[in-house]
């Protein structure tokens, strides 16, 4: 039997309820060369035998233990036989053209590893929300705007690039970590087509999920640790090792603001307690990768004053020059505030000096 074009990679878990309908739309491809592999990653309902009820040859049907969702893709990706990879969650469904259309544009641009699609989510409320724009990889180190469903690569492409991170597979960030991966090797495009429809079943969706088991936090810190490692080991003589100026407060921005507002408003967790005991965890290991850096040490110390740790506030800015911050208007106003809640700190212990110094570089940010 000659390989399939494409293997459709599957991971599900307890997903009875939508898992059929996700397996008829991958075998109603127009483009019918392809394998479709699902792994039931230790569902306790029916799943497993949903997937192994349809009588096609093409469809593979594997089980184990629960490991997570990255567990489950390596798990499929390691017997995968297609030229290209294609993914598709249990909770999404293709176009019948989907297939078709983006290893149509793989095989005529053989300089780009990735290609994507557009998506409609579709929420439980009745709203509607279409997400696809091009390729922005700056954009892509601090705010995820595709899925994996979205995605069609190239299989020879993870020889260089790394399969999926099976830590952050139970935590959070996986999608980033491996678009990034990717994207550090190899060129990845936009196809402006909608083909993929994502059926958002649970409030929030999965991050929602990793919020409330509050493993996200644990996940967005090894997923920046893994960056800037990366980040320094490419460019060892930058004297800053974040990618640009602001980065760090856009991560904070996209990944910690957002989730301090869902945590208050769904009683998970107060702000000043998630601020304390999870957001100022999760950026204080940077640290260790980028000892001087001034943004890194004023979002840390914004923090630490609206705690109220005065103490921690004094050692982060002592123990670094005050240098003018450059960043787009995007973040500027963040940092501004950050540094009158800094300055404002730093006088109520004494440090006046400081809190001048302090004062001094909001003024030219």
């Not at 309908?21 to 569902?43: K, Y």
């Not at 790394?162 to 190899?186: A, T």
């Not at 640790?225 to 800053?240: M, S, Y």
Request: hydrophobic content about 40%; glycine content about 6%.
């Amino acid at each position: 039997m000659p390989f399939p074009k494409i293997s459709v990679i599957m991971p599900t878990f307890n997903g009875a309820d939508c898992l059929r309908r996700s397996i008829e739309h991958v075998l109603a491809q127009t483009m019918g060369d392809l394998e479709l592999i699902v792994i039931d990653d230790g569902s306790s309902d029916a799943s497993h035998e949903i997937a192994r009820s349809f009588g096609d040859v093409r469809v593979k049907c594997f089980k184990q233990s629960n490991l997570g969702q990255s567990s489950a893709r390596n798990a499929a990706l390691s017997r995968a036989l297609g030229q290209y990879i294609a993914y598709c969650d249990q909770d999404d469904y293709f176009g019948q053209d989907h297939l078709e259309l983006m290893s149509g544009y793989l095989d005529a641009n053989l300089q780009v590893g990735m290609v994507y699609a557009k998506c409609l989510r579709l929420y439980l409320d009745g709203r509607k929300e279409y997400s696809g724009k091009p390729f922005n990889k700056r954009e892509l180190e601090y705010f995820c705007y595709f899925v994996p469903s979205m995605v069609v690569h190239r299989k020879e492409c993870l020889d260089k690039t790394g399969l999926w991170d099976e830590v952050l597979g139970r935590l959070s960030h996986e999608d980033m970590d491996f678009f990034l991966r990717f994207s550090d090797h190899y060129s990845i495009e936009y196809v402006d087509q909608l083909t993929v429809t994502r059926q958002v079943l649970r409030p929030g969706g999965g991050y929602a999920q990793a919020i409330k088991q509050l493993k996200y936090f644990s996940g967005l810190s090894r997923f920046m640790e893994k960056r800037l490692t990366h980040f320094k080991a490419a460019h060892p003589k930058n004297k800053n090792v974040a990618p640009f100026p602001g980065y760090y407060y856009h991560i904070y921005l996209s990944q910690c603001h957002p989730v301090i507002l869902y945590c208050d408003a769904q009683k998970i967790m107060p702000p000043k307690e998630l601020i304390e005991t999870k957001i100022i965890p999760a950026f204080t290991p940077l640290l260790r990768i980028e000892k001087r850096s001034f943004e890194l040490r004023l979002l840390l110390a914004m923090m630490y004053s609206l705690c109220g740790r005065a103490e921690q506030v004094v050692d982060l800015m002592t123990e670094v020059k005050l240098v003018d911050l450059s960043a787009d208007e995007e973040v500027k106003g963040l940092m501004r505030t950050s540094l009158k809640v800094v300055a404002e700190a730093l006088r109520q212990v004494g440090q006046e000096a400081l809190a001048v110094r302090c004062l001094d570089v909001m003024k030219g940010c």
